[in-house]
């Protein structure tokens, strides 16, 4: 279980992008986090890894204070958090195998993988996470050879390598197009299934229909929504993105047939003058 | 009017006084240096200059007060105009002189355009005879044999101007033959007029040589004890040109010297790229931005750097041939120091280029630092890491040319001593290697920078 108690975040030049926001996260849910553009949805899943330094609050894996955690005890706690990101973050002159044994960093040793020696053990993960992921037959590749949709996959490879127990995903499909973001988020959804706690942000509204089992929602790093997906109605929408939001029918995107209106990709409403 | 008056007695005030502090300062600023840099080279003539500006800046300031901005052309050309003709009076352009010493370049140029470098490749045959001088009470024999060449001198000894006859068999024939005097330390000695020229003769179709020659008054000159007799020798050499070409001396001292200055080279280009490899990471600012220690640390490297990178290597040099003595290795140093502050800059600044995803990623997945070095920053620096590199060993190169004249050893050091002899058919040939070598590395290290981007 994860829990986020009274996080903020202040940036040093004054901007405050996270305020007192505070959720739990049960295990196995798929939690999406929405809100517009700088609502601060990268700033809250990079406080819980603590890429980026919370100001206040506490953010509590299993009972574990990740936020006062240091050094070595830090990294270890990282270990069980995975993350993919929006631009994949591969070494884009590196091999795909490489790249996937990278996630392995925080169990090997130091000295042995500064010299490149990785055990029969982890190149056997490495293989079997790719092969997971589809991508067996592209382990020698230059990690920048592959489209992508394939390079987001070696992302989430390289993921699993930590055996993660929770996965942070920031807008893992906004650099991809719509047909492929719904190959990665069942890639997703797959590991999810199978006890994976996964927490993503989305800008996609009819993703979040389709994937999520709860959502919420910041603005201006508030929280202003926590519930099903099914509870975001017309109001609730506009309370989110604001009044000016338009709404765009995203017709070449495939939808789950649960009746679930259609949704949308957000405008965000024109910067006040 | 105030404006104007005020700028009157101090340029800039009138300005400052209308509400334009910056442009004050600056005109202020304008006419100081003007007034200063007219007095120091002492020509009235320039100081029309700082008047003008003063005039300019006097009408500026009431038109400002006025509301009225006036273009700057007046200042910026009277300071340009100033700046050209003092600096063609302080560098002493007088083109004049490149015709008017027009022997003194051709005395120059024509041995150079002749470099000293190969001569035609030549065999040597020589024989002696020992003489004793002075006579003691048994001299030895007059005569010797080598090689199948026979030396005979009567007679066996002699004092000094004492005439002797030389007689040889065995010889090249029909050769022409250089008879010298060797004193008993080795030094050769002229048998010639008045024991300046050389003596020639040359041997007979049957290869034997008839001489008479004189024993040099100078022949006991470095003996310890004058009466004490020694063994001196007569020497007869015979030269005969062969096919092709050798290294001449000067031509050796060429070769050794680049090969000198290629090393020096090699060396500072190597110590200092690992050298800029330490510092560059310190010094590169996304990886030292966690807190205000490691903040520091990048300041502080960074400043060091920037004042190394200041000082040219021949000025580096200049100390180390003090502390370590004249050669390369003061070359080595100087270069390397100078070597780590420009890569090191360059390095920090391809680490601070790069895609600063791959860092998040090996940080989130629990990686160190030094795992987050070896893992995201190395793969992504290294191919701009080579290129830097190879650059870099080029003109180390043209810099180890050079370094030699403060005493850091390559062929720089040769090169000096032979413009201050005035040899300069092996300046000529120096001139030619370093076009060489320097021509040849450009070509090589920007093909190899190419295969690397
Ligand atoms: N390093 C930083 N320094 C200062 N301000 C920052 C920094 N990173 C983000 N911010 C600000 O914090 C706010 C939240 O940013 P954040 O990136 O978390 O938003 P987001 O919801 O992820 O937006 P997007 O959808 O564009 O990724 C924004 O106003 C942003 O300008
Ligand atoms: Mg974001």
């Known amino acids: ?273 | 009017m105030i404006a104007g008056l005020l700028s009157l007695i101090l340029p800039g005030l009138g300005q400052a006084w209308a509400g334009r502090r910056y442009r004050g300062a600056v005109v202020f600023g304008a006419v100081l240096l003007a007034a200063l840099v007219t007095y120091w080279y002492g020509v009235p003539a320039w100081r029309l200059a700082p008047a003008a500006i003063w005039l300019w800046n006097v009408w500026d300031a009431a038109s400002l007060a006025r509301g009225q901005e006036r273009s700057a052309f007046v200042p910026v050309a009277a300071m340009l105009v100033m700046a050209y003709g003092i600096g063609w009076q302080v560098t002493q352009i007088d083109l004049a002189s490149l015709t008017r010493n027009s022997g003194r370049a051709e005395s120059i140029l024509g041995p150079m355009l002749h470099p000293d470098f190969a001569v035609r490749r030549e065999k040597t045959n020589t024989a002696w005879a020992p003489v004793e001088v002075p006579c003691g009470p048994h001299p030895p024999a007059a005569t010797n044999t080598k090689d199948g060449a026979t030396v005979t001198v009567a007679p066996d000894c002699g004092r000094l101007r004492d005439t002797l006859a030389v007689k040889a068999t065995g010889l090249w024939p029909n050769t022409p033959t250089l008879v010298q005097w060797a004193t008993p330390i080795g030094n050769r000695l002229a048998l010639g007029a008045g024991f300046a020229a050389p003596l020639t003769v040359a041997s007979g179709p049957d290869g034997t040589l008839e001489a008479r020659i004189q024993i040099p008054p100078n022949a006991l000159a470095a003996a310890p004890d004058p009466d004490l007799p020694l063994e001196h020798r007569v020497y007869l050499t015979q030269a005969r040109a062969e096919p092709g070409f050798r290294l001449s001396e000067n031509g050796r001292y060429v070769v050794e010297g680049i090969g000198q200055t290629l090393f020096l080279a090699l060396m500072a280009t190597t110590f200092g790229a690992i050298g800029a490899m330490l510092i560059a990471f310190p010094a590169a600012r996304n990886l030292m931005s966690a807190n205000w220690l490691t903040r520091s640390v990048y300041f502080v490297t960074r400043m060091v750097l920037n004042i190394v990178r200041s000082i040219e290597a021949l000025i580096i040099a200049i100390v180390f041939v003090v502390i370590v003595g004249l050669g390369p290795f003061a070359g080595v140093i100087a270069i390397t120091l100078h070597t780590i502050a420009s890569l090191g800059k360059l390095y920090s600044e391809a680490i601070e280029g790069i895609d600063q995803g791959p860092l998040e990623a090996v940080r989130a997945a629990g990686g160190n630092w030094l795992q987050m070095v070896r893992y995201a920053v190395l793969p992504q620096i290294v191919p701009a890491f080579a290129s830097f590199t190879l650059f870099r060993w080029d003109i180390n190169v043209r810099t180890s040319t050079i370094i030699g004249f403060v005493g850091g050893g390559g062929i720089g050091f040769f090169l000096y001593q032979w413009i201050i002899k005035g040899d300069f058919r092996a300046v000529g040939s120096s001139f030619v290697a370093i076009a060489l070598i320097v021509i040849v590395l450009d070509f090589v290290s920007a093909r190899l920078r190419t295969r690397l981007v």
């Open chain 1, 1 to 273: 279980m994860l829990s986020v108690e009274h996080l903020t975040k202040t940036y040093p030049n004054g901007t405050t992008a996270l305020k007192d926001v505070s959720f739990t996260v049960q295990d196995g849910e798929f939690l999406v986090v929405i809100g517009l553009s700088g609502s601060g949805k990268s700033t809250l899943l990079r406080c819980i890894n603590r890429l980026i330094e919370p100001t206040h609050g506490r953010v509590l894996l299993d009972g574990v204070d990740v936020t006062a955690a240091r050094g070595r005890e830090l990294r270890h706690l990282r270990r069980h958090i995975g993350m993919v990101f929006q631009h994949f973050n591969l070494v884009r002159r590196s091999s795909v195998l490489t790249n996937v044994l990278s996630g392995r960093l925080g169990y090997s040793g130091t000295l042995k993988s500064l010299l490149g020696l990785w055990t029969r053990e982890d190149r056997e993960r490495a293989r079997h996470a790719l092969d997971r992921m589809g991508l067996a037959n592209k382990a020698a590749r230059r990690a920048d050879s592959l489209s992508g949709g394939q390079q987001q996959r070696v992302g989430i490879a390289r993921t699993l390598m930590q055996e993660p127990r929770i996965i942070l995903a920031d807008e893992p499909v906004a650099s991809l197009d719509p047909v492929l973001s719904h190959s990665i988020l069942r890639y997703l959804e797959q590991l999810n299934k199978e006890g994976i706690t996964v927490l993503c942000s989305l800008h996609f509204l009819d993703l979040v229909h389709r994937y999520a089992t709860r959502v919420i929602a910041l603005k201006d790093g508030v929280k202003v929504f926590e519930g099903l997906p099914g509870e975001i109605d017309r109001a609730k929408f506009q309370e989110i993105y604001g009044e000016e939001a338009q709404e765009v029918r995203a017709t070449s995107v495939p939808t789950a047939a649960t009746g679930t209106p259609i949704s949308v990709p957000v405008q965000p409403p024109a910067s006040p003058a």
